[in-house]
């Protein structure tokens, strides 16, 4: 099929990648502007540009789809169908309705829970037991369109943000193009409305919800530290007022009479709420490489006694 695709970071490009084995002939990308990084303000593409750039793809990276030129360039590409997978532009009806079967998007959620920009993180974070990924017919809605597949993963103790994203991008990878046969076997794909009454946000992430809540009993905060790393990270404040980044943890079974966010011992566990523990594994003090919690100890980065989140 003559695709179009519209993708900008590691999440979407598993999916490129399938579409191109798969043998579609995809006539162009659309991926998000280049944006300079680092003190030498040097541009930094998407992964979606470079896999283009380096498959000699079309790539347009229009800073809104708003204006008519814009949405007839996209309807000059005479596409069969969009597939669209963490874009991160709104797309009018114009652009919805030009492919000849619109445009599909590949969700990381089991849609209608997670609806939005930060689905993978929200659920670790709110204890959901599992995810999935979602191929739904795009509509003028925030994630509001029918459901064409549906597909779940569980998400276990262990599960950070960074392996659920790399599994549900392969998962959708492989949805994508188990799709597309059908469409082009069939001619048509059925899909099925969500129900609203179900739906659910997942708004951006800021960095501010990264700030540990000790009061918060040890398994709610392993969650978040596993959903909140790498970005925007999971931090507390030592008493000398330095920021201590916990990368992971572990919760442990045994209780301990003290307040909570107070650093208990050598081995980096701090007390949580309802008397919880949670041990601190790998840490990353403020202006300091990652590191051993018992090294950050040692190395005098945080106090046996101190009590996190209470800074001077």
């Known amino acids: 099929m003559r695709i179009v695709f519209m993708g900008t970071p590691n999440f979407s490009l598993a999916a490129l990648e399938a579409l191109v084995a798969d043998g579609h002939d995809v006539a162009c990308v659309y991926t998000r502007a280049p944006k300079p990084k680092g003190r030498g303000q040097k541009l930094t593409f998407s992964p979606i540009h470079d896999y283009a750039q380096n498959h000699a793809i079309e790539i347009r990276h229009p800073r809104s789809l708003k204006n008519p030129q814009a949405q007839k360039d996209f309807v000059d590409l005479n596409a069969d169908v969009g597939i669209v997978a963490a874009y991160g532009l709104i797309l009018p009806r114009a652009i919805l309705d030009a492919p000849k079967y619109g445009c599909l998007n590949i969700h990381a959620s089991l849609l209608p829970r997670w609806r939005g920009a930060s689905p993978i993180q929200r659920a670790i974070a709110a204890g959901d037991l599992q995810t999935g990924i979602t191929i739904m017919q795009m509509d003028e809605g925030l994630d509001t369109g029918p459901m064409i597949a549906r597909r779940a993963l569980p998400i276990r103790d262990k599960t950070t943000a960074e392996s659920l994203h790399d599994a549900l991008a392969a998962l959708g990878a492989a949805m994508i193009v188990e799709t ?24 951006l992430l800021r960095k501010e919800e990264g700030r540990i809540d000790w009061s918060a ?21 030592t008493t000398a007022g330095k920021t ?33 523990i949670l ?3 790998r840490v990353q003090p403020e202006s300091a490489r990652a590191m051993d919690a018992s090294a950050a100890i040692n190395g005098g980065y945080a106090a046996v006694g101190e009590t996190f989140g209470m800074a001077r």
């Open 180 to 203: 597309l046969r059908r469409l082009e076997q069939d001619g048509r794909l059925e899909a099925e409305p969500q129900d609203e009454t179900l739906s659910t946000y997942a708004p």
């Open 217 to 237: 009993q040890a398994m709610q905060i392993d969650r978040i530290i596993r959903a909140f790393t790498p970005w925007p990270g999971a931090w507390t404040v």
């Open 244 to 276: 201590l980044k916990i990368l992971e943890a572990q919760p442990e079974e045994e209780t301990y009479d003290a307040p909570p966010g107070t650093l208990i011992d050598r081995a980096g566990r701090v007390a949580c709420g309802e008397g919880g």
């Open 279 to 281: 041990r601190l594994i």
